[in-house]
């Protein structure tokens, strides 16, 4: 649906590329898949890709982002304002994969410790199922 989306933005975009903001926005940012955000960041125009709830962030970001590239005369400066942003968009992506990763764990962990809990609820329920039995036929002989 996304590359679809960015389909039809470029058809409607044309050959006007200098003014043209596209944004796309979806419920969570996880429906962007890799070949949508090359193809976004290859456009050759401005498009911005977000979910609905980091909408102002994104719109914000860009916005700053715009002014100190106009503000900057020196192509040295924008290569460098260039490769500073592409270093914090790569660590956002590190810590969110990293994020990921952690939230995985606990998942995982949480899973163990039930079946833990379940192990050993039947180990004890066992035991004293067969201690009365032992008792039972102790008293009874």
Known sequence: MVTEELERLEKTIGTNKTIIIGI???QSSDQFSDPVKDRARSAGYNIILTDKNNLYSALTEFIEYRNILDSS????EREEIERRRIEVRDESIRVEVETRWIEGEIVR????LIRRRNVESFVIWFSILLAGMILYFDLFK
């Open 24 to 26: 796309v926005v979806v």
């Open 73 to 76: 005369n020196n192509n040295g």
């Open 109 to 112: 962990m949480r899973r163990e």
